[in-house]
């Protein structure tokens, strides 16, 4: 009988049919009429026209890519300027840029961590902190979500090396972590805390410096933040930011540094031109905020249930993942696209419908998007 290596391939995808979890690839076209509320797009300034003039100018300079490694020929001048101007505007010592925050989560997990090391991940925490907790060589511990008590606790009992790690805001329903209780925590045990501020940089904290520069953590010895540049700064790439002596022990040990090509000089000129653009204009980040509150607002006024978002993330709650399906798919049909969560990307199996508070929407848009939700929301949606 021969052999079929790949079968259970199409048994999986039985199974992800039957259980109405099939994804797929929709390429959007360059021009599109669509409201969009599913991006990560959070100030609106991934087509500016000073930040795509910047990527543009970087790739006419640099090339259309890094060419190799960073500690070969992956690193410009410019990566260096961004990395300087990050570390300053968030308030911390020293940045050092990656290819994605993906890779930049990795990277601090595997580095700063041993085998003797504990690691405490937040229940609600991101899958590339998933991923690189269990590519380390500690051992994780996952604890409850936003429990700095837990976190506490287990320091104590471990009385070792140890790092907690945690999203500043988490992605599914736009909650913040309580970084001060954490942090208090940590410091309390000598133990590292490490904060994902993907979701807080450029919305959170004076002109939008972040959760940690909210919480007056950023710059502290034992606080390592990583961020991705492909959200409020609309470009691509990531960063970790903390201490100097980190981010050189980073250079020397992280395999997605050390390994993997440079940023292309586009995405860093391109996240370049967005951080300078918001030192300018500090109020797009309290806007976010400010239209995160007012779509929460509005949908729950018209009965909808909705997380109360922490910054720029609004969750809507649907009964089930083919409800919550069907429902992003009509509100596209309707010309808005809205993201959809559902198992197993989703903690606790509720599905729901995830929303961007773009700084740029206008009360119109912002019209446009609540009527769309309302009309199409399947029912009960609670």
Known sequence: MSYAPFDWIDDEARRRADAGLVRTLRPRPAGTEVLDLASNDYLGLSRHPEVTTAAAEAAR??????????????????????????????????????????????????ALTGRDSLILSDAGNHASIVDGCRLSRGTTAVMP????????????????????????????????????????????????????????????????????????????????????????????????????????????????????????????GGALGALRLLRREPARAARAGAVAVELHGRLTAAGLTAVRPDAAVVSVRAPSAESAVRWAAECRAAGVAVGCFRPPSVPDGISRLRLTARADLTGEQIGAAVGALVAHAPLPVS
């Open 61 to 110: 300079i640099w090339g259309a890519g890094a060419t190799g490694s960073r500690l070969v020929t992956g690193s410009t001048a410019l990566h260096a300027e961004l990395e300087h101007e990050l570390a300053a505007f968030c308030g911390f010592e020293a940045a050092l840029v990656f290819s994605s925050g993906y890779a930049a989560n990795l990277a601090a997990l595997t």
């Open 145 to 268: 979500h936003a429990d700095p008590e837990a976190v506490r606790a287990a320091l104590q009992a471990h009385g070792g090396r140890a790092l907690a790690v945690t999203d500043s805001v988490f992605s599914v329903d736009g909650d913040a972590a309580p970084l001060a209780a954490l942090a208090a925590a940590c410091r309390d045990a000598g133990a590292a805390l490490l904060v994902d501020d993907a979701h807080g940089l450029g919305v959170l904290g004076d002109g939008g410096r972040g959760a940690l520069a909210a919480a007056g953590l950023a710059g502290g010895e034992g606080i390592v933040a990583t961020l991705t540049l492909s959200k409020s700064l609309g470009s691509q790439g990531g960063a970790v930011l903390g201490p100097a002596r980190v981010i050189r022990h980073l250079v020397n040990t992280a395999r997605t540094f050390i390994f993997d090509t440079g940023l292309a000089p586009a995405a860093v």
